[in-house]
C-alpha cells in the first residue's frame, strides 16, 4: 500500500458523531505521522488532528479542539478520527495524508494522500 485509504464518512446530522478510518502504510524511516485534513467547497484544505503512530502523541487544529480525537493503531498502520458534536461547518471531503517534514498543520508537508472521504452534517 502506497498511498493512504480513508474509510467512514456519510451523512450525520447536527449533533451526531462519526469515526473515520484511514488505512496507510509508514513512508518514511524518520516519520510515522499521519494527518488529517478537510476541504469544504470553496475553502482552503484545513488541518484537523494529526498523531503518531508510535508515540501516540496527537495535534488537534483549531476546529477539532474539544470535539474530535485522533487515534492510532500502529500495528495495524491505521489512524482514526473520531468526530463528535458534529455541525453543518464540519461538512467537508476529509482527507488522510502522511507526513514527510515541515510543520504537520501545512499541507506541503504530506506527501501521500487519500482520495478523500466526504462527510455530511445536516441541520
Known amino acids: 500500500q502506497v498511498q493512504p485509504v480513508e474509510s467512514g464518512g456519510g451523512l450525520v446530522q447536527a449533533g451526531g458523531s462519526l469515526r473515520l478510518s484511514c488505512a496507510a502504510p509508514?513512508?518514511?524511516?524518520?516519520?510515522?505521522?499521519m494527518g488529517w485534513f478537510r476541504q469544504a467547497p470553496g475553502k482552503e484544505r484545513e488541518f484537523v488532528a494529526g498523531?503518531?503512530?508510535?508515540?501516540?502523541?496527537?495535534f488537534y487544529g483549531t476546529s477539532a479542539r474539544g470535539r474530535f480525537t485522533v487515534a492510532g493503531d500502529n500495528a495495524k498502520k491505521t489512524v482514526y478520527l473520531q468526530m463528535n458534536r458534529l455541525t453543518p461547518d464540519d461538512t467537508a471531503i476529509y482527507y488522510c495524508?502522511?507526513?514527510?517534514?515541515?510543520?504537520?498543520?501545512?499541507?506541503?508537508?504530506?506527501?501521500?494522500w487519500g482520495q478523500g472521504t466526504q462527510v455530511t452534517v445536516s441541520s
Open positions: 495524508a502522511a507526513y514527510r517534514s515541515g510543520s504537520v498543520s501545512v499541507i506541503t508537508s504530506y506527501d501521500r
Open positions: 509508514r513512508l518514511t524511516f524518520s516519520s510515522d505521522f
Open positions: 498523531i503518531s503512530l508510535s508515540s501516540d502523541s496527537p
